[in-house]
Nanobody
Framework: QVQLVESGGGLVQPGGSLRLSCVASEQTFNTISMGWFRQLPGKEREFVAAKRWSGDTTYYAGSVEGRFTVSVDNAKNTVYLQMDALKPEDTAVYYC????????????????WGQGTQVTVSS
């Protein structure tokens, strides 16, 4: 079972930036695609961004496109989420996830979840 460990959450002022990291214990056939999700209290977990370990194509939710950037470092088995121009409505617990396909991530059915990291955007 692949393990995912997120880090990098915290408190930031509106307009600020944070970078989240997610280290995967290994890359396997069913963790070819990596994604980020977020969840507010009482709300469903929502898709934020995704990228495969190989290739340059990235996928974003409309609410974050142009402000967030997903990237991977294969040498470190790490996926990043660079969050810029943060807004109070970006406040949530952010989760890393892995799946065989990007579609599985977009349909919110990944094979593996991380434990989550809190991001709070407030002045």
């Amino acid at each position: 079972q692949v393990q995912l460990v997120e880090s990098g959450g915290g408190l930031v002022q509106p307009g600020g930036s944070l970078r989240l990291s997610c280290v995967a214990s290994e890359q396997t056939f069913n963790t070819i695609s990596m994604g980020w999700f977020r969840q507010l209290p009482g709300k469903e977990r929502e898709f934020v961004a995704a990228k495969r370990w190989s290739g340059d194509t990235t996928y974003y939710a409309g609410s974050v496109e142009g402000r967030f950037t997903v990237s991977v470092d294969n040498a470190k088995n790490t996926v990043y989420l660079q969050m810029d121009a943060l807004k109070p409505e970006d406040t949530a617990v952010y989760y890393c996830a892995a799946a065989s396909t990007v579609r599985e991530l977009q349909d919110r059915i990944p094979s593996t979840w991380g434990q989550g990291t809190q991001v709070t955007v407030s002045s």
